[in-house]
DNA sequence: AACAGAAATTAGGCGTGCCTAATTTCATTT
DNA sequence: AAATGAAATTAGGCACGCCTAATTTCTGTT
């Protein structure tokens, strides 16, 4: 039905659009990593079509149907990862670069028939949701980053302690409210926890730093 | 590495090859649904790149590189048709459309790691044998077709009764050395069996027929 | 050997999705 | 309000993989 491609930047535009702001051609340029000029080919392609709403202004948007197809393609997406993560035995960090393959085969009915024979998993080994058939999404909840198993993401909703020390070593380190973060590894010795912020490289904090910090799946 | 073009041309190339005769520019074409002239474009492309070997005279005939690359696909292929059959809960003759496209996921062991899931099976929900990684082919035998289990493919390789009526009742149903015959239905009733003649339509032969007629898997 | 029909090839063209370079529009500072 | 730098857009072009129409080459008859 729609190009590799358009799957592709519809997808791009959902998640650039979870992230709350504008969702520019540059931003979905630098996402794709495609040049902005072919960028905005594609969006008069697509907004032709009915899946965008785009002006300069306020940037492009989804429409319903290009909402309901997007939500599609994530939801193959983590579905193929549960897959490759709990039955082929790949690691959470290497499902991702073969379910950008996979979230683009076509049939009718394949992606309810993977549901059923993974159990209906509610989320991906990143901890992100999987989109239901209906196009809903599993609430996410608040919990402590320090009971994050190793290999799961999370989005950083909120702090337990607010002390000034603690939310400058936040700022430090690049973190607030939204920041997604991986758990990389946990070190018995002393609790501290390996973490990979945002797009950043490695950092390592301690088991009393990740109680306080509040985070959603 | 290669294109899905490519790679559909390559694994043409080589089931064409597989029937014995010479590969001619419009056996593909007709094959993969594509007007001979484009297939001549191809056909320079990939000699070009060391996959086949192609004259007029002698036709196209894949290179070693080349019927490794194809082998790979069609062992992809056919395990993922193992995939959408035993775990998914596909019928055979649904498999084949959906494991077109998975046939060109590219991952470094992803076959290994698919086949160990499955339990390193031999054969597809076809009865065609899945290539190993160094390129071997599983054995087949001759077996009469009438053993065939509905939903298996299998080829003709010779016949027991050579009665001259039967030969003559052979040749009007357009059976021959090489045929592919699919058995979709086996009546109980009778013992006589419903098949699918190469791509022709469905027909009802006897079970005294079927006992007949030699396969191979 | 000449010819007809089939097969292969060449020539020219098209849609997709990308590029670079040049230009225009926008947003922010002064 | 003018200036400036960033973002968006336009113009023109390219590789891929396909097409149709015209031509050439091959093959099997006569």
Redesign the pocket.
């Given at each position: 039905m729609y190009?590799?491609?358009?799957e592709?930047?519809l997808k791009a535009i959902y998640r650039l659009s979870a992230d709350g702001g504008?969702v520019?051609?540059?931003?979905?340029?630098e996402t794709?990593?495609?040049?902005?000029?072919?960028?905005?080919?594609?969006?008069?392609?697509i907004t032709t079509k009915r899946l965008i709403r785009?002006?300069?202004?306020h940037?492009a948007a989804l429409t319903e149907k290009g909402q309901r197809i997007a939500l599609q393609v994530v939801r193959k997406h983590r579905l193929w990862e549960v897959f490759l993560h709990e039955k082929l035995g790949y690691s959470w960090d290497e499902v991702h670069d073969i379910a950008e393959q996979m979230e683009h085969i076509q049939h009718e009915d394949l992606d309810s028939r993977l549901d059923k024979f993974l159990g209906f998993p509610k989320y991906d080994p990143h901890g992100d949701p999987i989109p239901q058939p209906n196009g809903t999404l599993a609430k996410m909840s608040k919990i402590s980053l320090s009971t994050i198993e190793p290999g799961k993401s999370c989005h950083v909703v909120g702090i337990k302690d607010t002390n000034a020390t603690f939310l400058r070593y936040l700022q430090k380190l690049n973190i607030g409210i939204g920041t997604k973060i991986t758990i990389v590894e946990r070190i018995p010795f002393d609790g501290s926890v390996v973490i990979a912020i945002g797009r950043q490289s490695q950092t390592t904090v301690s088991g009393k730093f990740a109680e306080n910090v509040l985070v959603e799946l």
């Open positions: 190009t590799l491609s358009e592709n930047y504008k520019t051609a540059s931003s979905i340029a794709l990593g495609n040049n902005p000029a072919s960028v905005v080919d594609m969006l008069k392609k785009y002006d300069k202004k940037g």
